[in-house]
Structures are given as C-alpha cells and as structure tokens.
C-alpha cells in the first residue's frame, strides 16, 4: 500500500489516477468529485495540484494532493472497499511522513517543516474522528463525525458532494403539493422510511443542520427521489393529493 503514496516536491502524496484505481472509479468521476471539493470550499484548494499526465501522446489531465486532500476526497466515497483503503492510505501517508521526519532538519526547508507540523496536528485529529466514524453504527452519528473531521481539516463546514438527489421536508411537500413539511415528516415515520438498517437508507438520509439562529447542530432527514416516491404513494393512499400528481 506505500507505494501508492509517492514524494512530490518534497511531499508526501498521492494523485487522481491511484484514487481511481485502488477505488476502482472511472477517473473522469474523480476528477469531478475533487472539482466540486473545491468550488464548494475555498480552503480545500491548498490540497490540490493540478497537472496532467500524457497517453498515447496525449495529454489529460490529473491532480496531485497531499494527506489532507485525500482525506476530504475519500470522505465521500461509500462501499466495503472504500472502508478498506481508507485507513491503509492514511497509514501510507503516516509511513512516508514518518521517512520525512527522519532527515536531519537542516536539509529541510523551514517552511516545509512548519508545514508537516501543522498537517500531522489537523490530520491527528481527522484521523481519530474518521475511526470513531468508521466503528459507528449509526449513519447519522457516522456521518455528523466524518462532517467533524473534516471540518478540523478545512476549518469551514462543509457542504457535502451529493451523490444523488436529496430534499429536505419542506421541498418533498412543494414539489407533491402536500399541505406542509410537518405532514411529509408524519407519513415518513409512518412509512418507517427513516430506519437506519441494511438496504432501508435508499429512501434517504441524515444529516447535520445548522439553524441561522442558533450554534447548535440538530440531525435533519433528507429525501432520496425514492423516498420521494413513497411519500407520494402514501399522499395519494391518503387522498393527500390526487392521483395525476
């Protein structure tokens, strides 16, 4: 696993084409998935190098990204073998940091080395809320954790990279015509639509929501099109709406 994480001026990092093969992802995905990282959050743009990479006499392009980039990059990427790789390339980059520390700091560069400092502080404490996140086994505490460390990363809150569709109660009730948010939240519960168990969170999710008004952080349920679909079916079950709707 440490020679997926390789030394680029005189950092420990990986790139684009080793995520999307160890992921087993197309890299066009990932490419977009680091873009929208950083449109959405300006400090995420320190974690990133663009480059390209030539094939076939061509050139395409690709990013390098240190520890830090990977980290938020691989917060959203689901599945059993994501979980897998997670920590190994944490540890990898662990391992290559732990070389870095090894040559006698008169050959480093001052900047560099108050840059490891402060890299291996805010990954510390990524790393540790990644592990609790990962030993959870409840998605909305799961993903309020991932939320957290990254957040340690970045220093802002971050808007997560939606892989599909999601409404909140409110919006489900516009787009369905249903009298409010508050009905749409009663016939999910009665739909049992917010379970967190295997092959029951296709319907949607939890998430973090900060009110305008206050510090504190409440876990607010987002809508999936299929929870969509079945909160429809149910308005129409209860002559909520019609049935053309």
Known sequence: MNDLVIMHDQKAVTTSLKIAEVFDKQHKHVLDSIENLVAQNSAAKSFFSADSYENRGKQYPMYYMNRDGFTLLAMGFTGSKAMEFKLKYIEAFNAMESTLKKVPAKKLDPVLQAELAISR???????????????????????????????????????????????????????????????????CNALGLKAEQPGQNEYGRWAADKSKYSAKETPNWLYFDKGVTAIKAEAIKRGKVPAEV
Not at 125 to 138: D, E, P
Not at 149 to 163: D, F, N, Q
């Open 121 to 187: 502080t805010k990954t510390a404490k990524a790393n540790a809320l990644y592990k609790i996140a990962m030993a959870t086994g409840s998605d909305s505490t799961r993903e309020q954790l991932l939320a957290k460390a990254a957040e340690s990363i970045t220093g802002e809150r971050l808007i997560p990279v939606m892989k599909q569709a999601e409404y909140t109660a409110g919006e489900v009730a516009k787009k369905l015509g249903i009298s409010s948010g508050a009905m749409v939240g009663r016939m």
